[in-house]
């Protein structure tokens, strides 16, 4: 079993930046393929960013490519996502979430929601015009 618990959310201005992170505790995480999903009122969740096991190859949704930049520190089991040039359709609850793979490919996005097996409890990102 693995937890999952995201920190770093809160009220930004647009324009401005946050750093969240997903600390996991329980077992390693390092073998395995980890994202980040969001979730606005009223929305359904959706894929933000991934990254592969080895932090070697990274993934995004349009709406974040060149914003967002997604890392990870094996060493202390925990994936970070850096959010730059905030704008108010940011806002959401922000989840980690580990698959069950270490990658992606031509037969297994990234962004598939009912792949992750684990799952945190979120953190909310306003974003203030």
């Known amino acids: 079993q693995v937890q999952l618990v995201e920190s770093g959310g809160g009220l930004v201005q647009a324009g401005g930046s946050l750093r969240l992170s997903c600390a996991a505790s329980?077992?390693?995480?390092?073998?395995?393929?980890m994202g980040w999903f969001r979730q606005a009122p009223g929305k359904e969740r959706e894929f933000v960013a991934a990254?592969?096991?080895?932090?070697?190859?990274?993934y995004y949704a349009d709406s974040v490519k060149g914003r967002f930049t997604i890392s990870r520190d094996n060493a202390k089991n925990t994936v970070y996502l850096r959010m730059n040039s905030l704008q108010p359709e940011d806002t959401a609850v922000y989840y980690c979430?580990?698959?069950?793979?270490?990658?992606?490919?031509?037969?297994?996005?990234?962004?598939?929601?009912?792949?992750?097996?684990?799952w945190g409890q979120g953190t909310q990102v306003t974003v203030s015009s």
């Open positions: 979430a580990v698959d069950s793979v270490s990658d992606y490919g031509p037969l297994r996005g990234a962004g598939r929601i009912a792949s992750y097996v684990y």
């Open positions: 329980g077992r390693t995480v390092s073998n395995y393929a």
């Open positions: 990254i592969s096991a080895s932090g070697g190859n990274t």
